[in-house]
């Protein structure tokens, strides 16, 4: 029983003309549980092809040479430009949502993929404007390109836009050529750096650490702070809330939130670093496994964990995320910074009946609630949540 059956039965289900919201809110729930399949299957060609992640320091600055950026969530692409790149005195760089691919053991072999270069998807105009060479877009996560570097963008797989060099293929021939004809980066700026690669298998593996850090209290209370980020001032809450946590407590990230706060020093605790980026948006799988792996540790469910969701809401991929996590009976998630345009008074009302789905506010007022109830308003009434 698989995906295409899922979205099979999901698709014909709305050809029904009479539908109650609770058969809505079942059918999306379904969405939800098709989505886990999804995501299990990236997550399983991901690392059947590149090795489970490693947590590695990222350079964010740049050294001199000549240069290509690739941004998106491609990771085939990448291998693919990495390989191409070899030998030819180019540095790689990624941006947005492709760093966690540097925690990858087959690519983070490759001495040329030097670093990660600028934020999120948001900000590409003011990095790609400055950055000395060719832009590779894969997957999603393209803004109107400026003039200034137009000429030097090209765009791969379903990505495209008017007047934009389009690459059907993984040939990235003519990239190479154009960096090769461009100075590159002159000189080398300032060392800075971000950490990445906490896959379930790297958390998972200091699992006794981490249990120990538990029932000593050295730990008091675990969060997953991540999700889609955007051009709104109301994104710094996440950053915020980060800034807020105790000392005693454990951030877990993903997605391109993490840009927010993933280059401030949260410090450790024992040894375990108080700030685990677990990688991409598509990487909720991970999360979701590290979660139901300490459950299971502690003997009891996700909601009666010392645990606190708080999502950055955006796109179409959040939504099916969000779903996934209701699909599994996960309660007491914080959202926002406001909720899309097609969540109704009735839909809310539903999803804060089943779920206690929270819009967040005040950063440190939200943080109190989460350390004060725990998951105590969501523990306990859940179905069982196995994957």
């Not at 760093?99 to 490759?110: D, R, V």
């Not at 700026?189 to 050295?218: H, I, L």
Request: hydrophobic residues 35%; neutral net charge.
């Amino acid at each position: 029983y698989g995906a295409y059956q899922s979205i099979y039965e999901i698709l014909n289900f709305l050809n029904k003309t009479d539908a109650t919201i609770e058969q809505l809110a079942e059918q999306a729930l379904n969405v939800g549980k098709c989505n886990l399949i999804v995501m299990q299957l990236l997550d399983d060609g991901h690392t059947s092809k590149f090795g489970h992640p490693e947590p590695t320091k990222v350079r964010t600055s740049a050294i001199p040479g000549k240069s290509i950026l690739i941004t998106g969530h491609d990771l085939t692409d990448l291998e693919a430009l990495l390989k191409q790149t070899e030998g030819k005195g180019i540095h790689v760089y990624t941006h947005g949502e492709m760093l966690p691919g540097h925690g990858y053991p087959a690519l983070k072999k490759y001495k040329h993929l030097v670093g990660n270069y600028g934020g999120a998807w948001q900000m590409q105009k003011l990095d790609f404007a400055v950055f000395p060479g060719p832009v590779i877009v894969t997957s999603n996560c393209i803004i109107e390109p400026m003039k200034q570097y137009k000429k030097r963008i090209y765009t791969r797989s379903f990505v495209g836009w008017p007047g934009v060099k389009h690459l059907s293929s993984t040939d990235f021939s003519e990239v190479i050529k154009q960096a090769l004809e461009m100075d590159g980066f002159e000189e080398e700026e300032p060392y800075k750096s971000v950490t990445t690669g906490f896959g379930r298998n790297s958390v998972m593996s200091v699992a006794d650490k981490v249990v120990d850090g538990v029932k000593s209290g050295a730990i008091k209370h675990f969060f997953l702070i991540g999700g889609c980020d955007g051009s709104e001032g109301e994104r710094g809450y996440f950053r915020d809330v980060a800034q807020s946590t105790p000392k005693d407590t454990v951030m877990m990230t993903l997605a391109c939130g993490k840009y927010r706060f993933n280059h401030l020093d949260f410090g450790d605790i024992g040894g375990i670093p108080r700030l685990l980026d677990i990688g991409q948006c598509n990487d909720a799988y991970s999360a979701i496994q590290i979660a139901v792996s300490l459950a299971k540790v502690f003997n009891t469910d996700v909601n009666s964990l010392p645990l606190s969701l708080v999502i950055s809401w955006f796109e179409q991929k959040a939504v099916a995320v969000l779903l996934t996590l209701l699909h599994l009976g996960i309660k007491g998630i914080y959202l926002g910074p406001k909720l899309p345009a097609f969540a109704t008074p009735n839909m809310l009302s539903l999803l804060q009946q089943l779920f206690d789905i929270r819009a967040i506010s005040d950063p440190k007022q939200d943080i109190n609630q989460m350390l004060s109830k725990g998951k105590s308003q969501g523990g306990g009434g859940g179905k069982e949540t196995e994957i």
